[in-house]
């Protein structure tokens, strides 16, 4: 079976407060940015017409790379929920990671609203791991974590590399794999990296999946704007990273595609950019 994978990022399901409890610390920054733009580019209709999209898609396997909400809202989490429903019917073919907006705040009495509603496309360990074939297997990370007002960066544990080590230990060598994490490890030219804005180790983890052959796919999101990237490495197949946020936006003058579809044959990746009308 060759597996064809469908990725996308960044969705942005959003509803405001409803109490003074719910606006405590950057959600109060959230907030405007939700009133004044956000809500405007993230309209429901959007994430609507992408459902119905994929549904008449022929896939195996769907990737969410994080960002379901705005504010991390309980109720954004049971929209975002209630909307991709249709796409989420056997966890066995879905994968979900949360992004940072997911982990927006630190939520009172320690309840984490990603793991209530998405939990179950993740798992409980400390990485997520899905096998599509003999060939393939997909690896989720969990970078994501509250910061402070201005901050929106991540951390890829060390557990988390640890973990990820010993799986592809695991595997016959011929395996490829798969990571998926919300933040990327590499930029469009002339970029200027914001490092209040991205992954807080970014390149030692970038250096360490770039010794790992047998990594063939990063997926990501994060920054709103899809692109491919390919990362040379000796004697070793490249990296090819794949960004497909933000996958509910309204369209920007000259984008030419809101998510991507892979399609795996062996040792061969063909990445069909997907627009959403």
């Known amino acids: 079976m060759n597996p064809t994978i469908i990725h996308i990022s960044d969705l942005h399901f959003h509803t405001y407060p409803q109490n003074f409890q719910e606006c405590k610390s950057k959600r109060i920054l959230g907030m405007g940015n939700l009133f004044f733009r956000r809500a405007k580019q993230y ?115 060390r557990s988390t590399i640890q973990a990820t080590e010993n799986l592809l230990s695991s595997f016959p060598e011929k395996t490829r794999f798969i990571i998926v994490n919300h933040y990327p490890l590499t930029f469009p030219e002339g970029w200027e990296v914001d490092h209040f804005h991205e992954l807080y180790n970014l390149v030692p983890v970038r250096n360490w999946i770039l010794r790992q052959p047998n990594i063939r796919l990063y997926l990501h999101g994060h920054i709103h704007r899809n692109w491919q990237h390919r990362l040379s490495r000796d004697s070793a197949p490249e990296l090819l990273l794949l960004n497909s946020a933000s996958s509910t936006s309204r369209l920007h003058p000259g984008q030419k595609s809101s998510f991507h579809q892979i399609d795996l044959s062996g040792d061969e990746v063909k990445v069909s950019p997907i627009l959403l009308k």
């Open 43 to 157: 309209p429901l209709e959007r994430a609507k017409l992408l459902v119905e999209q994929i549904q008449q898609m022929k896939w195996d396997h769907l990737v969410i790379s994080g960002d379901l909400t705005q504010l991390s809202l309980e109720r954004g989490f049971s929209l975002a929920r209630e909307t991709l429903e249709p796409l989420l019917k056997d966890p066995e073919r879905v994968t979900i990671i949360p992004g940072n907006h997911d982990r927006y705040v630190k939520q009172s009495g320690g309840k984490d609203y990603y793991q209530q509603y998405f939990g179950e496309f993740f798992g409980d360990g400390e990485i997520h791991v899905r096998k599509l074939n003999s060939d393939w297997v997909i690896v989720g990370w969990d970078s994501a974590h509250p910061n402070d007002w201005l901050t929106a960066s991540g951390t890829v544990r």
